[in-house]
């Protein structure tokens, strides 16, 4: 089978696009970093150099696949984080239309069923709307919780000042998600079009609250002292930006732990709790953690 898979070789892309290559499918992984070539052609996988920006790059590598992952890269750039994520949408729309393309393995997010006030979550759920626009294309949008991946962008402000923090309680429940239990899941959807039908589905790991976590955290990395800080809204918009992030991207993460602090974001996904996705607890990722932990 021909995949083609989009994210480079990132926390998803790698571990998939690796799977695939190795279970002797013919793979192209998109990346917008022409250094990547090697290391996708160390993989056995093919690298298609370009952006997801350009409509007739994305159908010129989409012609002739079985199916195709599909993402919206991060960027922080942009004065309208939503529009530009619903673009990325529409170019996926375009490009898998032109190509012919009839299977589409979509990441989302838990919270993709809030069209607005969810930050970049509510531009996922216009490419969402989007894909499941398109006649005689099966799309199936994997909702993901929350990257254990994301709190190692937290580890200056536990080494620095002994806290984590985030506009949301610290009994809050959270959904969280292994990268590598996407990849595995994506797989699965892309080889088996019996599971891939329309739709979607979310994809957790595990779930534990803010509290659960830094306890977690710190007893791994010996700062026993480590604690969640509940910041406001305002509080945390300001924090953001203290750090450098642009007031666009500021106000998005500001809006989305707010929503998560209201139980909005997570309400359809505990409607409908499914089975959790995979073996990797948020405990099996504290190696992991502290390795990262070590190095910075």
Same mark, same amino acid.
């Given at each position: ?14 571990p998939l696009a690796t799977r695939l290559s190795k279970a002797g499918h013919t793979v192209t992984v998109i990346s917008s970093n022409a250094a990547r070539k090697q290391e996708i052609e160390a993989i056995g996988a093919t690298a298609a150099i370009g952006t997801v920006e350009d409509t007739g790059f994305l159908t010129e590598t989409f012609r002739g696949a079985d199916a195709i992952f599909t993402m919206a890269p991060p960027d922080y750039s942009g004065s309208d984080w939503k529009a530009w994520i619903a673009g990325i949408g529409r170019n996926y ?90 990849? *595995? ?6 080889? *088996? $079009? ?12 595990? $779930? ?27 509080? $945390? ?30 309400? *359809? ?28």
């Open positions: 089978m021909q995949y083609v898979i989009a994210g480079s070789l990132g926390h998803i892309g790698k729309v375009a490009a898998i239309t032109s190509a012919g393309v009839k299977q589409v393995v979509n990441l989302s997010s838990i919270g993709a069923h809030m069209i607005e006030n969810c930050g970049p979550v509510s531009g996922l759920s216009q490419v969402e709307l989007a894909m499941d626009a398109m006649a005689g294309v099966n799309v199936r949008h994997l909702r993901a919780g929350y990257f254990y991946t994301n709190f190692l962008n937290a580890i200056g402000q536990i080494k620095n000042q002994g806290i984590i923090t985030g506009n949301y309680m610290a009994d809050l429940k959270m959904v969280l998600v292994h990268p590598a239990d996407i990849a *595995d899941i994506a797989a699965k959807a892309l080889e *088996d $079009e019996s599971y891939l039908g329309r739709g979607f589905s979310y994809i957790a790991s595990d $779930e534990k609250t803010p509290a659960e976590i830094v306890a977690m955290i710190g007893k791994a990395t010996g700062r026993l002292d480590l604690r969640w800080i509940e910041r406001t809204d305002t509080e $945390e918009f300001d924090d953001l930006l203290a750090i450098g992030l642009s007031e666009e991207t500021a106000r998005n993460y500001t809006e989305m732990g707010a929503a998560m602090r209201s139980g909005e974001m997570n309400a *359809d996904y505990f409607r409908s709790r499914p089975v959790m996705a995979g073996w990797r607890s948020f405990e099996s990722f504290m190696p992991d953690f502290v390795a990262a932990y070590k190095t910075y």
